[in-house]
């Protein structure tokens, strides 16, 4: 992973939290409690976890790399400029667009994309629910263009991340309509209407920056007064697990592939319009929808205000495990590399087990904490924190054991038990 984009990171994960914060207080200031909430956002901020790791360890596979186009497609020869940077941000733009529609038009591409519309709410938070279950990325196709006309690699890969972030700051229901700027750019306005479930909503605003794609290729809608958004997916997932909720799409195509009788509907169900499924399945496995978006009630399991308050330890504790990960990678070999990146999945799907109150959450949290102990006892990973903190070994193997000791707890007074569910 170029030493780049890990800076890019140190510095862009301190901002976007830094402004959680600031729209957590801004809605107590507006009273306007309902923009966060406590385990959403957790889960939100999770997600975000998981696909740092992905990206970092570089896991997507890029079928024709941008590099390769430019070198073979370029009719010209352009060199770096303000100019330039403008060409590739606009040709960025126009790729995201088409990728972003595509995921939501194909039955198969919406596995990429469902994670960002998992939450039931809008936040800033929400917007860092990005995909682990890209397999591959098809943006090249829409690149072409910039290759063509030359514009350097290095230029498209200095702008994508800085595109990526850019889409963050509308993530929100603090911001109301922004007058000239709703004719030039994505709002928080406009955003709001894409990640809606709304019938009017459904599958509108797919630009990422500027919105002139939408109205150019007949997806815009302006946000109606009379029309509250309601957010989410039309097939309730009901989870605060971020790697179920990305392979969630996935699973339910390959089991009604394998369930319907009709041949063709077996092949063809990849790349039907997203959501469709054979009609012999739909009579025998129905799944439920939300016909009406005002009557659903948002998934919200009880806990008690310990379990919350634990909760959020533990991501803070995984959180800096992560920011140590990153900061350390190129010195990993790269089996232990991938091995702590397993250990850092299984700490968050152990944790947003514990929030989902499953019954055998104590069990991942075992997994997690002998896997951990492993990498303590028979690799390197750890043994670069020792530089910053005395006996850190022990300390991590002891917080192991606590931890699996106070998941034992919760499990046992709130998740067997139920009593207040």
């Known amino acids: 992973m170029p030493t780049y984009y890990i800076t890019t990171l140190n510095i862009a994960i301190p901002f976007f939290i830094s402004l959680i914060l ?53 009719l010209f020869k352009l ?92 993530h929100t229901r603090l911001i109301g309509k922004l007058g000239l700027l709703e004719y030039i750019i994505v709002t928080p306005s ?12 459904l599958d509108k605003n797919l630009s990422q920056v500027f919105i002139i794609w939408d109205k150019l290729f007949g997806t815009f809608q302006e946000e109606l007064e009379d029309v509250p958004p309601v957010y989410g997916v039309k097939r309730p997932l009901r989870s605060w697990n971020p790697i179920l909720i990305n392979f969630s799409h996935l699973f339910q195509l390959i089991k009604d592939a394998w369930r319907t009788n009709n041949i063709l509907d077996k092949f063809r169900i990849w790349f039907m319009p997203t959501g469709w499924r054979p009609q012999d399945v739909i009579l025998k496995y129905p799944l439920s929808i939300i016909e009406s978006p005002y009557e659903y009630k948002k998934y ?6 310990n379990l919350k308050l634990w909760s959020w330890i533990q991501f803070g504790i995984i959180f800096l495990f992560i920011m140590y990960y990153i900061n350390h990678l190129h010195l990993l070999l790269f089996r232990d590399a991938i091995l702590f990146a397993i250990f850092l999945f299984m ?25 951990g102990i492993s990498l303590i006892t028979f690799s ?25 000791f106070v998941v034992l707890y919760f499990n046992r007074q709130e998740i067997r038990l139920k009593s207040n569910n």
């Open 380 to 404: 390197s990973n750890w043994s670069f924190m020792n530089n910053y903190i005395i006996y850190a070994d022990y300390i991590i193997m002891t917080y192991f054991i606590l931890s699996l």
């Open 22 to 74: 600031i729209e957590i207080v801004l809605s107590k200031i507006y009273r306007k409690d309902y923009v966060m909430r406590s385990m959403d956002t957790l889960s939100s901020l999770c997600s975000g976890l998981t696909n740092i790791i992905k990206d970092v360890l570089g896991l997507t596979f890029i079928i024709i790399s941008y590099g390769y186009m430019v070198e073979h497609f370029a």
């Open 300 to 305: 919200y399991p009880n806990l008690s205000e």
């Open 190 to 201: 406009h955003h709001r209407v894409h990640h809606a479930i709304n019938n009017e909503y």
């Open 347 to 371: 700490c968050i799907y152990s944790l947003t087990s514990l929030m989902d109150k499953e019954n055998n959450s104590w069990i991942f949290e075992l997994i997690k904490a002998s896997f």
């Open 79 to 170: 060199e770096s400029s303000i100019m330039v940077y403008v060409i590739a941000f606009i040709g960025i733009d126009f790729a995201g667009y088409w990728v972003h529609r595509i995921n939501h038009s194909i039955n198969y591409f919406w596995n990429h994309h469902i994670i960002h519309h998992s939450s039931e709410e809008f936040n800033l938070a929400c917007a860092l629910r990005q995909s682990i279950s890209n397999f591959f990325s098809i943006s090249f196709i829409f690149l072409i263009p910039t290759a063509i006309i030359g514009v350097p690699s290095e230029v498209i890969a200095v702008l994508a991340p800085l595109h990526l972030f850019a889409q963050y700051w509308y």
